[in-house]
């Protein structure tokens, strides 16, 4: 968004001696002077200055403010001027009265006819209201006290007022600075016979939200300039952020889950699905068919859409009499959003039935078609294949007779920009860039929106103007898409900067209300019920000393015009300042932040209707997956507090899952499976507030009649932070900052997904079991922990775990191995079972840093050399291996691990070794192909006891045919004693409800 900068935009700074004397000016004689931070701009940023100002005797807030405020109007000096500093105020403006009451801050400005009349847009109305803000922030602490406004409370709001006055009313008329822009009303959609009051919600969504609406915005995005002819970010690169990008990465891969959990129906301003193909079907595009009755209506359909005339109808029936089928053949194998067209009305279906039929079989949802018309509309995110058609069905059976069903169209995938910048004179050409970066100007054009809500400003200024109509196009395209009676809200998420000012910390915004008037109803509870939970969960479980800048109510454009909703304007952080800007690159902090926020709503929604909040539970904390039996598999997990049920979700492959099977009790077993078949599974917790996110995929492989798993897998790879980024070059060309080039991007498919059981299972060929680490006897009941002893061989999936040193965040990763779990496998070892553990930073962890150097030379055999085994390895292919003479793998092609464009995550900073130099048994197996080191030991105890250590992650390694023939080496290394016999042991549960 606009710059929102600095804490206080700057503490005042007080000079080490105050002056006194030397001013003579009126008001000010003997006044002591006070060194005072005023806020311009250099280029899109604020940029800060600092004025020696005369502080009145007796310290009075209001004349400091005043005197504070008059130097911000006065404008840069000619040498700040000379260095590109300049002010959105424009010269000759006068500051004609400051008024401070309680809380209220009103300012009022004399500005030049000619600049209100030829040369005033929302963006420089913006860019004023923010430098006034952001001058007097400083004060926020006085003004308050003052007002006797308890901190922490409800109304602890610095709430300002910036007005100018208007020369064509009676003389000292002062009217709201917006005033002035001209702005066209908001234009409402509601379609032919469409009723105003229509709810239109997804009718099938349980959980604290169900019933609501949240629409989100991810503020700035691409957008065409035309003055320079190029697509440009509204950000620059700012300690490898761009705020574009990473607003939507956050919201669309963290916060929609969380709404869409609890059972809100989402409206994101810009695209929400990451997936660059797209498929669109319609009724006319070929292999469309239809069963039963339809006809064409004769009312007129208005939309932007190429189809808008191609609708069928269907009367509804009790039961399916009419069916329509939208077919499509995917070409990238992946998840995808799925999105429906139809013309809405108020005698259409208000459940109207959807199938989607898709890599893991079909899935059901209801949509009332009442509402949310002439649009594409989310249905849900779903699993396609390369090569595998897939459909979309619409069925006319429902619940409410008389009523028919509307098909119009279907989008698959996010797909790439499409819309054309410009108003008067389009751009030669789309922006090349994937939709959900775009700006959310060209997502309302997209939805059908008219111009009147993705150019509101271009046409009343005669040119064009992406950027300022981007400006108010989000909340116009939020009010346009909702209908009348929905219950909804507007939460936008921006993160903040200060250039050259050392600012930290969380503020949030509403609308301050024209003069004397209120904001949107609610806005102020929404905001205090965001903040206060979004400042508590960032202390509680990232930074004990994250800075809270207060609630504030300004006039800014992103929530100024929301007229049926209540509407709160979000600046999680400073991407500038470099521990923050690493913490909103950072997937855990993603993850809270997006949590507080939708807790937030929740309390908001609750408050107002009188009811107690109630969040999701947390994911089972733990889970296990056994072999139980001839064609059985049991799964057993620790039950999170809160949970009243379970949803247990299965899959043959780890990609295409059901839609799950609801469980009472804190285990479930899975029945007919076949010998030698694979399964997956996670479990999710349920509650009345929704359900929760899974837990880590786990799987097993079942045995033959009879043979129970000699094989188990632990899940060993919780960490998820920054270092899991992609570094990508999106060429950001703006050009008032050197600050250009590849930035850090948070995709979470590139981080940890914690499901490399995955590549693990397709690679064994045996009966396996898996279980998360926190499963194991290191500290929770021994009735439900696994035991490694019951396995011959134990896979330890360690991936880049490793412990941190920093103070923040307050929940840092577990280490690599902790004391107990290395006693537990030094124990299997000691008892003739075997071990394979694969890992990135297992030596950085054990014996750089401390937690475990006699495990590491004792047990795994290693002679730690170092680790950033790519830094150090200058070679064309630092992720390169090749077979060591002699070794485990010799006669093994050399292959490659991920080095950030394969299948998993970037194994970027990997160990390399010497086998152990005290014990003759360590051998090589794998070298890096550069010779910094080696990549892989084992060791032969001469007994049962063995050990293979590759020190990459095995589930990087880049194919699955390499990963399939390193371990059928690892796997017949390791048994020289066969598989431990044993029969099916009675597994413990610990039963939670049922």
């Known amino acids: 968004m606009l710059r929102r ?51 009145p005797l007796g310290g009075d807030v209001t004349e400091r403010l005043r005197a504070a405020l008059e130097s911000l109007v006065a404008g840069p000096t000619a040498e700040e001027q000379s260095a590109g500093v300049w002010s959105a105020i424009p010269d000759n403006s006068q500051l004609a009265r400051l008024d401070v009451t309680g809380p209220r801050v009103s300012v009022y400005l004399d500005l030049p006819a000619s600049f209100l009349a030829e040369a005033f847009h929302p963006l420089l109305s913006d860019q004023i209201v923010e430098q006034i803000v952001k001058t007097t922030q400083p004060f926020r602490a006085e003004i308050m006290a003052a ?73 700035h995005g691409w957008f065409w300039n035309a003055a320079t002819g190029t697509w440009l970010t509204q950000r620059p690169v700012w300690e490898n952020l761009v705020e574009d990008f990473n607003n939507a990465e956050v919201i669309n891969q963290y916060l929609l889950p969380y709404l869409y959990r609890a059972g809100a129906e989402a409206w994101p301003v810009r695209e929400r699905d990451l997936v660059t193909a797209e498929y669109v079907a319609s009724v006319d595009s070929p292999g469309y068919v239809e069963a039963g009755s339809w006809f064409t209506a004769t009312e007129p359909v208005t939309s932007t859409f190429p189809w808008h005339d191609a609708v069928r109808y269907a009367a509804v029936a009790a039961t399916t009499t009419a069916t329509a089928t939208w077919p499509f053949t995917p070409t990238q194998t992946g998840n995808y959003a799925v999105y429906v067209w139809y013309a809405s009305g108020a005698d259409r279906a208000p459940d109207a039935h959807y199938r989607v039929t898709h890599a893991a079989g079909v899935s059901e949802r209801r949509v009332d078609q009442t509402g949310h018309g002439f649009t594409w509309r989310y249905l849900g995110t779903y699993p396609f294949r390369a090569g595998q058609p897939g459909h979309v069905s619409l069925v006319n059976d429902s619940a409410t007779p008389g009523r028919r069903v509307s098909a119009g169209a279907v989008r698959v995938g996010g797909g790439m920009g499409s819309e054309q910048g410009g108003y008067f004179t389009l751009s030669p050409d789309v922006s090349g860039r994937p939709r959900w970066e775009e700006a959310a100007r060209y997502w309302a054009k997209f939805q059908g929106a008219p111009a009147s809500v993705y150019a509101p400003v271009s046409p009343l200024w005669g040119g064009d103007w992406d950027l300022y109509d981007d ?42 209300g024209t003069y004397g008037g209120t904001w949107t109803p609610g806005s102020d509870l929404l905001q205090y019920f965001i903040h206060t ?74 408050y107002r209707d009188g009811v107690d909040p109630v969040f999701l539970p947390e994911p089972p904390p733990g889970l296990a997956v056994r072999n139980s039996g001839p064609g059985t598999v049991t799964l057993t997990w620790l039950p999170p507090a809160d949970a009243t049920s379970y949803r247990v979700y299965t899959s043959p492959d780890g990609f295409a899952w059901d839609d799950g099977a609801t469980v009472g009790g804190a285990n479930h077993t899975l029945t007919g499976l076949t010998s030698g078949q694979l399964v997956f599974v996670r479990v999710s917790a349920v509650n009345a507030g929704g359900e929760s996110l899974p837990t880590p995929t786990l799987g097993a492989r079942v045995g ?43 995709y979470a498919h590139r981080a940890n997904r914690q499901d490399y059981v995955i590549q693990h299972g397709f690679a064994i060929d045996q009966p ?36 941190s040193d920093d103070a923040v965040p307050i929940h ?183």
Not at 495 to 507: I, K, L, M, P
Not at 779 to 790: K, N
């Open 812 to 994: 840092a990763p577990a280490m690599a191995l902790t004391p107990a779990e290395q006693g537990l496998l030094a124990d299997l070892m000691a008892g003739g079972g075997s071990l394979f553990i694969s890992g990135s930073e297992i030596g950085l962890d054990l014996v750089t840093r401390g937690h475990g150097p006699g495990f590491y030379a004792g047990v795994l055999k290693a002679s730690y050399q170092g680790s950033d085994a790519f830094k150090f390895n200058t070679q064309p292919y630092p992720n390169r291996v090749s077979a060591s003479p002699g070794g485990l793998f010799e006669g093994l092609d050399t292959f490659t691990f991920d080095n950030g464009a394969g299948e998993t995550y970037y194994a970027d900073r990997v160990d390399y070794f010497l086998p152990s130099l005290e014990d003759s048994r360590a051998r090589s197996a794998l070298v890096y192909q550069a010779g910094i080191g080696h990549a892989a030991l084992t060791w032969d105890s001469g007994g049962c006891a063995r050990l293979v250590y590759l020190a990459f992650p095995f589930e990087t390694i880049d194919t699955s045919a390499t990963r399939e023939a390193v371990m059928a080496r690892v796997l017949g290394f390791l048994a020289p004693c066969g598989p431990r016999t044993r029969l099916y042991l009675p597994i413990a549960v610990k039963d939670a409800g049922g």
């Open 704 to 746: 033959p009649a009879g043979q129970a798993a000699s094989i188990l897998l632990v899940e060993g790879y919780s960490r998820d932070d920054y270092t899991n980024d992609v570094w990508q070059d999106d060429g950001i060309t703006i050009g008032d900052t050197s600050e250009t080039g590849p930035s850090r991007r948070l």
């Open 147 to 219: 007002a006797d406004i308890p901190n922490g409370s409800p109304a602890d709001r610095l709430i300002i007022h910036v007005l100018a006055q208007d020369l064509a009313a009676p003389a000292g008329s002062f009217r709201d600075l917006s005033v002035f822009l001209r702005e066209p009303p908001l234009t409402k959609k509601l379609g032919p016979g469409e009723q105003a009051g229509s709810p239109a919600q997804q009718t099938d969504q349980v959980g604290s939200l169900a019933g609501k609406t949240v629409y989100l915005s991810a503020g």
């Open 768 to 803: 396996f079991d898996s279980v998360t680490r926190s499963m194991l006897p290191t500290g929770i009941a021994t009735a439900t922990a696994v035991s490694l002893r019951d396995y011959a061989l134990v896979g330890w999936m360690a991936g880049e775990q490793s412990s």
């Open 5 to 55: 900068f600095a804490w206080y935009c700057s503490a005042i700074l007080v000079s080490g001696a105050l002056v006194l004397g030397g001013m003579q000016s009126a008001g000010y004689a003997q006044s002591p002077v006070v060194d005072t931070t005023i806020c311009f701009r250099r280029g899109v940023d604020v940029y800060f200055v600092t004025r020696a100002l005369p502080a």
């Open 533 to 606: 939970t979004l400042v508590e969960d960032i202390r509680t479980d990232w930074d004990p000393d994250w800075v809270d800048r207060g609630m504030l109510a300004e006039n800014f454009g992103e929530v100024r015009l929301l007229s049926t909703m209540p509407g709160v304007l979000l600046e999680i952080a400073f991407h500038d300042d470099p521990d923050e800007a690493q913490a909103l690159l950072d997937p855990r902090f993603a993850r809270l932040s997006a949590r507080a926020i939708y807790r937030g709503i929740v309390r908001y929604f609750a």
């Open 471 to 512: 400006v108010t196009a989000r909340p116009r395209y939020a009010e346009w898409e909702k209908p009348a009676g929905e219950d909804a809200v507007f939460v936008s998420w921006h993160t903040n900067g200060a250039v050259n000012h050392d600012a930290r910390g969380t503020e949030t915004y509403i609308y301050d």
